[in-house]
C-alpha cells in the first residue's frame, strides 16, 4: 500500500463531497489551537459555514481569519499480519485546506450560502425566514491552499483507478 498525492479537482471535489462533516482548526489569540468538527457546504472551490452569530469561535476569527479545514472518508483499519503491530495502518482519504473565513452579510448570499449547506444534507427545497437569516453567522472560506491524500492505495494501476471510479461514482458525487 503506498500514499498519493492527489491535484486532481474532480477527486478532491468527490473525497469532499462524500464527507458528512468537516473539522475546523483556527488559532486563539493566546496561539492556542481549536477544532471543531461542522456541518458544510461547497461549491465552485469555496467551503461554506454557518454557525451562531457571536461567541468564542466567531471572536477567534474576526482576531484571526485563517482556518484550515479538514475532510477524511474511507477510512479503515488494515494490516498485513495481525500479530505484528508494525503492519497496521489506516486507509482513507483526506482533503485539508487552508483559507481565510470571509462573513457573509447580504441577505440574498446568506440564503443563497444556506442553500449550499443545506444540499450537501437534503435535496428538498427551503425558505429561510428574514429573523433566522439575520440570527446566523454564515462563512465562505475560498479554498486558496488544498492537499488530498489517499492513505493505503493499492499498488497495481488497475485497482487504483477502480477506486477512484468508485469515488467518483459515490451517490453524493452525482
Known sequence: MQTLNHTDIEVIEAIIRKCDICFIGVVTA??????????????DKAIYLHSAP??????????????????????????????VACSYRMKSKSVVIEGQVEFIDDM????????????????????????????????KVPMDNVSCKEFGAPHDEYRLKRNIDELKNHPKNK
Not at 425566514?129 to 439575520?134: L, M, T
Open 54 to 83: 457571536e461567541g468564542r469561535l466567531i471572536d477567534i476569527i474576526e482576531n484571526n481569519n485563517h482556518i484550515c479545514i479538514t475532510f477524511s472518508t474511507d477510512n479503515e483499519l488494515v494490516f498485513q499480519h495481525p500479530e
Open 30 to 43: 493566546d496561539n492556542k489551537p481549536y477544532v471543531l468538527p461542522m456541518n458544510y457546504g461547497y461549491k
Open 108 to 139: 440574498d448570499e446568506k440564503r443563497e450560502a444556506l442553500n449550499i449547506l443545506m444540499k450537501t444534507y437534503s435535496d428538498k427545497e427551503f425558505k429561510y425566514n428574514d429573523p433566522a437569516v439575520r440570527n446566523v453567522k454564515i462563512w
